[in-house]
């Protein structure tokens, strides 16, 4: 019982501090849309382009990065 109690305390915590890592940003592109990121985007270098996950949705995208005026942290 109490070996279930720990694991369970465990996972949850871990659940909670990985999902307290996270940073949403906010894309401004040239033709003025703005899209809000779930976390901070990562750039691909062999590509040029910005993956990220789209925050209302969840659904995984990228942008060139010539398509990009700013990347900037959401406001709390």
Known sequence: MKS????????T???????GCATPS???MKDGTVIRTADSPKFDEDTGFYQ????ETGHPNSINKDEIISIEPLAD
Do not use: N, Y
Request: hydrophobic share 65%; glycine share 10%; charged share 10%.
């Open 4 to 11: 279930k109690l720990l694991a369970t305390l465990v996972i």
């Open 13 to 19: 915590g871990s659940i909670a501090l990985l999902g």
């Open 26 to 28: 906010q894309i401004t």
């Open 52 to 55: 990220f996950e789209i925050l």
